[in-house]
Structures are given as C-alpha cells and as structure tokens.
C-alpha cells in the first residue's frame, strides 16, 4: 500500500477479499486489528473477522481491536401517526415544553460550537493555507493532517475550557462572526436562543469531551451526532436524542458517538417511532 490517507488501508483489504485473494489480505487485516487507524475501521474490520474467518479457517488475531462501540444507550420507543412531516419533526413536537424545549440540530450544534471556540485556529495563517482572497475555509481543509498541522492552537482553544470564561468567549465570538462564512457552522441551523440554551445547560467537560473527539478524527467525527438535543434549563442539564423512524436503523458513526457518549456519562437516548397498526 502506497498511501496512508485514512481509509485506504480497509479498501485495499475489502478489494484483497472481493478477488478471493484471502491469505494475502490476512497479514494486512491482522495489521489493521493490532493498531486499528480510527473507530470506524475497527468497526468494519469486526465485520469482515468472520468472513475471513470462513475464508482461511483461522482464530481471530491474538490481540483484539481497540474502542469496540458499546450498546448501552437508553432507549424510548414511541408509537405516532404519521401527520406527513419527518419522524425527527414529530418527535421534538412531541416532547417540546416551555419548560423542556427540543430542538433540531443533528451535526449543526456541536460543531458550531467547536468552531467559534477554535474559530482562530481553523483560520490561522499557515503557509499555503490561503492563496486567495475569497476563500471559503483553508486550503487544506479536508486533509487528513488539517488538525496536527494547528494541534498547539487547537489545544489552546480547548484550553479556555478549564475555566470560567469559555461562555464569554463563545458568545461573543457568535456576535462577531455571525454569518461569516466558516465550514462548521450551518448558520440557517443556528439561532441566538440554541447557542444561550446549549451555552447554559452542557457542561464544559462535556463539550470538551465531544471536541475532542471531533478532532481525534477531523474527517469522520463531525457527522453522526444525534438528531435533536433536548434543554431542561431549571436544572441546568440536557439530553441528546437520535430519532430512528419505521425501518430505521443506526448507522456506524452514529454508533460510535453513541458508545462514547455511554463512556463519558453524556446523556443521549434513541428514540425508535412506531406507527399505530391498522384495525
């Protein structure tokens, strides 16, 4: 294999074992199993253990793959009529209160979160990041290495974390760069009281544990984040929700956030939407 960018690894193993080429895939899969690149190879290499398995009638690698998910989130389980609006649309209609309001945020509120807190790292001047007047985010804003690059003014951002004033810098950095155009943040998403709510209910060790995460995995860690998150201002706290409707299913990186969060002691449930049966 001639590239280390992220994921090539498991595409040259999936393309070894679509050409029956097993023994030569074993070594590079035993490889991989020992020191997993990120979360999701582990998880697709657990999937692909039993068919190589089968393939060369071996046990499986002496060692074992590292940040296996969990599947320890609560669940709920909702039976609703279908009025023709989404099911994530139904379900924060159903639990939305003065005293508990949901809102829809899906990949837009953490990372917009990130991104005024960090907003001079992304946007630092290095060499060959910006060329043009115009540009929309740095150069190199979707490679592999946009984060090491800026891992001391990413550190420094997180930094701000550990004390009383990252609310203050958060909020005014919203002021000023509202409607800037920056990557992470889905302005149309966003409005001043989701940033005050989530500003007031998530605790800083919580957002700096999902920082972290985002940015453990620049590529794959900005998505998958539950659709709603649900604010009980009085006590200070929240709750994160991923909706799955009729059929549904979790997706791998959501699993993944989901067994984080289960790690962290960060509140999240799935939701899973019924429909009532006909009589």
């Known amino acids: 294999m001639q590239t280390r960018w992220p994921g090539a ?3 040259q193993l999936r393309v ?7 023994q030569r895939a074993w070594p590079l899969f035993c490889q991989a199993w020992d020191q997993p690149e990120n979360e999701s190879e582990t998880q697709k290499l657990l999937r692909m253990l039993p068919r190589m398995r089968r393939k060369l009638v071996v046990d499986a690698p002496p060692s074992s793959p590292s940040n296996k998910p969990a599947s320890r989130t609560q669940r709920s389980d909702l ?21 508990a309001p949901v809102f829809y945020v899906e990949n837009a509120l953490f990372p917009a979160l990130l991104g005024l807190l960090s907003w001079d790292a992304i946007f630092a001047p290095l060499p060959g990041a910006f060329f043009h ?4 985010c740095p150069a190199d804003w979707g490679n592999p290495d946009f984060v090491s690059r800026r891992q001391n003014l990413f550190e420094q951002s997180l ?32 409005d001043e009281t989701l ?26 860690n900005r998505s998958g984040l539950p659709d709603l998150v649900r604010f009980m201002p009085a006590q200070q706290s929240y709750e994160l929700i991923e909706v799955k409707g009729p059929g549904d299913r979790l997706q791998d990186n959501q699993r993944r956030w989901l067994s984080y969060f289960e790690q962290h002691a960060i509140p999240a449930r799935v939701c899973y939407v019924t429909r009532p049966e006909s009589t």
């Open 79 to 99: 039976v609703l009529f279908d009025d023709g609006n989404r099911v994530e649309s139904q379900v924060l209609a159903h639990w939305d209160s003065p005293l």
């Open 159 to 190: 930094s701000v974390l550990d004390g009383a004033d990252y609310k203050t810098v958060i909020w005014q950095r919203w002021q000023e760069k509202r409607g800037i155009q920056c990557p992470l943040l889905i302005w149309p998403a966003l």
């Open 195 to 220: 940033i005050k709510q989530a500003l007031h209910c998530i605790p800083a060790q919580h957002l700096q544990r999902v920082f972290k995460r985002i940015l453990q995995d620049w590529r794959d």
């Open 16 to 22: 070894l074992e679509r050409q029956g080429k097993h």
């Open 133 to 136: 007047p115009y540009q929309a």
């Open 9 to 11: 690894r498991y595409r």
